[in-house]
């Protein structure tokens, strides 16, 4: 059975395509930086301000430290709050914490917590044994006070980085 002639081009087109997607898969991941260890600086804000006389609008805030390796654990050995000029605050970790291959742990700094001011910060500090994909670090930040509920949310940067 032969194609019609005006279904050719589409079936090339769409041939062409699948063969495109499957490039551009495989090269995502083999693009894929690895790491074998990370510090990260990540913002928090436990409480913002609005209108003209700078109202304090306090905020939860969650800490979501997020493994995206899918076969191998890595290792928290530092979850550290510091408050808008740099002071440290708090250790929230006693000792090295593993976390296994697509698990994700979370910290909460509570709404009634304004020790960290508008500017508070965790700095996290993670390792490996071998080369894994990077952890998604970040922090969440809600209130439902009011009648209106606020939210958003705000990734972590690296500061160092351990490549294989």
């Known amino acids: 059975m032969s194609t019609p002639a005006a279904t050719k081009p589409i079936l090339i087109a769409f ?4 063969l495109m997607s499957g490039v551009s898969i495989r090269t995502a991941v083999a693009d894929m930086r690895l790491f074998k260890g990370q510090t990260v600086y990540v913002p928090l804000y436990s409480h913002i301000y609005s209108g003209d006389r700078e109202q304090p609008f306090y905020l939860a ?5 997020r493994n995206t390796d899918r076969k191998h654990a890595i290792t928290l050995t530092a979850v550290d709050y510091y ?4 002071k440290f605050l708090k250790h929230y970790l006693d000792k090295p914490l593993p976390l296994n291959a697509m698990a ?3 910290y909460v700094v509570p ?3 304004k020790s960290g ?3 508070a910060k965790f700095i996290v500090t993670w390792k490996a044994e071998q080369a894994v994909a990077e952890p998604l670090i970040e ?3 809600i209130s439902t006070k009011t009648q209106q509920g606020i939210s958003f949310t ?3 940067r690296v500061l160092e980085a351990i490549s294989p």
Request: proline share 0%; no cysteine.
């Open 139 to 141: 922090s969440v930040m």
């Open 117 to 119: 001011g508008s500017g």
């Open 83 to 86: 408050d808008s000029d740099g």
């Open 104 to 106: 994700t742990k979370r």
């Open 154 to 156: 705000s990734r972590g």
């Open 61 to 65: 805030a969650t800490l979501s430290i």
């Open 111 to 113: 709404e009634s917590d």
């Open 15 to 18: 041939v062409l395509l699948t």
